[in-house]
């Protein structure tokens, strides 16, 4: 049985040195470092690496005990920890607020401190963790108007910009604006390989009359998710003659912003119908270095994003491909 205590950060306190009674067996010892533990990926926009680091302690003896608990990191002493009362045979999870180191290869150990403890060797448990930058990036997530009863297929392309395989786990959940009750949830995995994209295909939905907040949440727990996307969708009476706002002519392809470029872009794809379509960035050999879509896409504006940031200067080429159409727009980027 574990129990989440509530923890706050100290020295050895006093109530560590009372007195076990006579003939008490005392006994601590860590069982288990929860997290960090594993790979750690992160973001930009998440550091430092703010979290709650988590380790399961036991009393292995035979009276309540209370004792301090100490976290390393590196060998370096990160945090104490007080846990207070804990009955005999039972286990608390012990919580540490600690900032992560960047990336690289990291070791962690955990111990209990109890005056008097018979068996010191069941203190000490350590583990390894790895922190690196997540390169997945998903889109595009747009806006848009649908008749009542024509079921609506989310396809969303995940692209992997880095240097290593990564999985992860796209949760969408669909809540009616109105009085915020969900109406839809489904969760897809992905792994991509390096440089490669995948596209992630979830469950076809369809509601009343209404407007929707869909939700779109990348990456796992803990550390916080790697990203969250969000828009609204419009469900018209099949008498309305729109279906998805706005229906271009004809197609196009439309970037924002100044060029040359300093930034990441965005750029808008209007297509007259549904069609499969491939949207990519190019190097001036001619050269795809990432693909912002490809799959099949609905009628209507789409807007994607292109982190440009990451990637060295120079001239590129945003270029649209679809069944009868190709267009191609040069891009400048500076540092």
């Known amino acids: 049985m574990r129990r989440l205590l509530k923890i706050t950060s100290c020295s050895f306190l006093v109530l560590c040195l009372l007195p076990a009674p006579m003939g008490a067996t005392r ?34 003896g035979d009276s309540t005990a209370s004792f301090p608990v100490q976290l390393r990191i590196d060998a370096a002493l990160v945090e104490t920890s007080q846990v207070t009362d804990l009955l005999p045979q039972e286990s608390a999870l012990v919580q540490f607020p600690v900032t992560l180191p960047e990336t690289g290869t990291h070791s962690i150990a955990c111990s209990t401190a109890l005056l008097g403890d018979v068996q010191p060797a069941n203190d000490w448990i350590a583990a390894s963790f790895e922190t690196f930058e997540s390169r997945l990036d998903v889109g595009p997530f747009p806006s848009c108007t649908v008749q009542v009863g024509d079921p609506f297929v989310f396809i969303f392309s995940v692209r992997n910009y880095g240097t290593r395989a990564e999985g992860a786990m796209l949760l969408l959940t669909i809540s009616r604006l109105a009085d915020s009750t969900v109406v839809y949830q489904s969760a897809e995995s992905v792994f991509v390989l390096p440089t490669q994209s995948a596209l992630v295909t979830f469950d076809p939905w369809a509601d009343s009359v209404g407007v929707y907040k869909c939700l779109l949440r990348i990456g796992r727990m803990p550390p916080p998710l790697l990203d969250t996307l969000s828009c609204f969708i419009t469900v018209v009476g099949s008498g309305v003659s729109e279906r998805c706002s706005p229906v271009p002519e004809r197609e196009g392809l439309t970037t924002f912003g100044a060029n040359p470029i300093t930034d990441n872009v965005r750029v808008q794809v209007c297509l007259p119908e549904d069609q499969v379509l491939r949207l990519s960035i190019c190097d001036a050999s001619g050269r795809c270095v990432a693909d912002l879509a490809r799959g099949a896409a609905r009628h209507g504006a789409h807007v994607y994003s292109w982190p440009a940031t990451r990637f060295p200067p120079g001239v590129y080429f945003v270029r649209l491909e679809t069944a009868n159409y190709s267009e191609a727009r040069k891009l400048i980027l500076t540092e």
Do not use: C, H, S
């Open 27 to 60: 006994d601590a010892g860590t069982t288990q470092i929860v997290f960090p533990n594993g790979e750690i990926r992160y973001r930009d926009w998440m550091l430092p690496l703010n979290v709650q680091a988590q380790a399961v302690v036991k009393n292995f």
